[in-house]
């Protein structure tokens, strides 16, 4: 069996979903699938994928040129994408495939029968839409939400849809790292109590993902807890400022806290291991409610330490009371009122972690390929 995995996206990059493609092929690989990835062709490309992800080259890399223009905006970047489809299913048309899985909702404009996978969607589907939907053969949807809406708002049927949200490589993540070997490697304080945010600063260039609240709140706690220690990994380089010009404002010194502003894929457990406590603050932007199976929530749950989180339907999908302590969206208060609990509660924080530890063993990237693969049998063309 062939699978060609179409990618609008420059990978490798910084962004999640370049992880998050590259585990569905090399899991897709392990169940005997041949595997091509196709992508755009990238200029001054230092790196290969296998080399930035760390992982085996089990499966084929086709890169197909695009033209970068992006600097005419979003008209730019539907002509890119159009090019881009278009030189792809010329390429396509001389090979044989079973299946043609995508993230690429403009996909239906140049092919049909093909695997759609849904993270996120339009606040408003229009016919349009639903003829691109109605082109895919199965849609694999990371959230009920979404195919909710995929069934009430874009005329999919429900036999149709299957929901899969993300997972995690727990081959990566359960590393016997020690957490005085974590801080070592990454420079941080051995004596402090370390709270750690890893992930970026916002969601599409708006969703506040809870970076500045945490920030706004730390005073408080470092009055009670004066040995407590920030730690923020992955805001990227022109946010950095912005963080630090919020520490300044909060007047907390440099000696409490440090900011990373990026980490390569590999090194990440080294900030979970290195942290007491782990935060995921989402506000209320109707992507973090609704749309968002985040893979640093199944990270967080892989890493054995315990979770505050956004009290969100997207969330509950995944997690309960059981496995992290939830806080009010938007809530500094609430907020502030959790940290405080999981440095008092030893037992509890204890408790929290080991339930999400073993409640992640269901969401690997293996496991979710198997879940795929039984639904595309199940429903063969």
């Not at 630090?244 to 900030?271: Q, T, W």
């Not at 309960?320 to 405080?340: A, G, Q, T």
């Amino acid at each position: 069996m062939k699978l060609i995995y179409l990618s609008n996206y420059n990978i490798p990059t910084q962004n999640a979903l370049g992880i998050q493609i590259t585990q569905m092929c090399v899991a897709f690989t392990k169940e005997k699938i041949d595997v091509e990835l196709i992508v755009p062709k990238q200029k001054n490309k230092n790196k290969n994928l296998f080399e930035y992800y760390g992982i085996e080259k089990s499966f084929k890399v086709k890169e197909i040129y695009r033209p970068d223009l992006l600097k005419f905006g979003k008209f730019g970047f539907l002509i890119q994408t159009i090019f881009f489809l278009l030189r792809v299913k010329i390429y396509l048309y001389s090979q044989k495939y079973d299946y043609l899985y995508t993230r690429e909702q403009l996909t239906g404009l140049f092919f049909k029968d093909f695997i759609y996978e849904v993270h996120n969607l339009s606040d408003k589907i229009t016919f349009f839409h639903k003829a691109l939907f109605k082109k895919a053969f199965k849609v694999i949807a990371i959230t009920n939400f979404i195919k909710k809406d995929l069934i009430e708002k874009g005329g999919i049927s429900i036999e149709k849809i299957v929901v899969s949200p993300d997972a995690v490589d727990l081959n990566k993540f359960n590393l016997n790292i020690a957490q005085d070997q974590a801080r070592n490697k990454l420079e941080l304080p051995k004596n402090k109590t370390i709270i750690g945010y890893i992930g970026k600063y916002v969601t599409f260039g708006k969703g506040n993902k809870g970076v500045d609240d945490l920030v706004k709140v730390f005073p408080e706690i470092l009055k009670s807890n004066p040995q407590v220690f920030l730690l923020i990994v992955g805001v990227g380089e022109k946010n950095i400022i912005k963080v630090e010009k919020l520490f300044k404002n909060s007047g907390i010194n440099n000696r409490n806290y440090k900011i990373i502003a990026y980490l390569p894929y590999g090194d990440v457990i080294y900030s979970l291991r290195a942290s007491d406590i782990l935060i995921m603050n989402y506000s209320r932007f109707q992507y973090h409610t609704y749309y968002t199976s985040p893979m640093k929530m199944f990270e967080y749950m892989a890493s054995g330490r315990p979770i505050i989180a956004s009290d969100l339907p997207s969330v509950r999908e995944i997690l309960d009371e059981n496995n992290c302590l939830f806080i009010k969206p938007d809530n500094i208060k609430s907020l502030e009122d959790c940290i405080k609990k999981l440095l008092q509660d030893k037992d509890f924080s204890d408790k929290i972690s080991k339930q999400a530890y073993k409640d992640v063993q269901n969401y690997t990237w293996d496991k979710r390929v198997r879940q795929i693969l039984i639904f595309l049998k199940k429903y063969e063309k």
